[in-house]
């Protein structure tokens, strides 16, 4: 097997095996570029899991994420999270997969926790997938998928590479080559520019 043919299959089966990261990015970024076709009120389908007194040392102004985790622990809640203070002053920690939300209000004032859950809409779920992050959380499995987000951007530019690779071993359609590939860095760089 000569270099190109290995260039060849190589562009073949990451296409393949990319396939599923491609719709998925692609399939996810319509909800983003198109939000209110989209949008839905964040307020309805809260469902209260339960509600109980309950009091937890909440610093009254800085990083809140040692406070979010202490009361993720002791409530059996453990997880992916953010943290932050709302207007009130209550701390509010909101859980989150790629299926649901758990959203989680401590009122310091009051000692109250409020737990209560919400399916995610099928368009969350996409953008969820399109803009997760794993590696600020502290899991095994977010971590891992941080990992196999990494390897298929990676796979996306080899990809790339050797449809360039490709492109230029195939001398009659170069020019072709130079006009596609023109017309999409003029756009991009126009956009970046504008924008």
């Known amino acids: 097997m000569n270099f190109g043919h290995f260039v060849r ?28 076709l989209f949008r839905s009120d964040w307020e309805k389908g809260w469902i209260t899991r339960f509600e109980k007194a309950y009091r937890a040392d909440a610093p009254a102004a800085g990083d809140v994420k040692e406070a979010a985790r202490r009361i993720l622990r002791d409530n059996g809640l453990e997880g992916a999270f953010w943290a932050q203070r709302d207007r009130e002053g209550n701390l509010r920690v909101d859980r989150f997969s790629f299926l649901g939300s758990t959203r989680i209000t401590y009122s310091p004032a009051q000692e109250r926790l409020r737990v209560e859950d919400r399916q995610a809409r099928w368009h969350e779920v996409l953008t969820r997938l399109h803009a997760r992050g794993g590696f600020e959380q502290p899991s095994a499995l977010h971590f891992a998928w941080g990992v196999i987000v990494d390897i298929a951007c990676l796979g996306m530019l080899a990809w790339v590479a050797s449809g360039l690779y490709m492109w230029w071993g195939i001398r009659g359609h170069r020019g072709w080559g130079w006009m596609a590939l023109g017309a999409g860095a003029a756009s991009f760089a126009a956009f970046l520019a504008a924008l």
């Open 9 to 36: 299959r190589l562009h073949l089966y990451l296409g393949l095996a990319l396939l599923p990261w491609f719709f998925m990015y692609g399939l996810s970024s319509i909800p983003f570029s198109h939000p209110s």
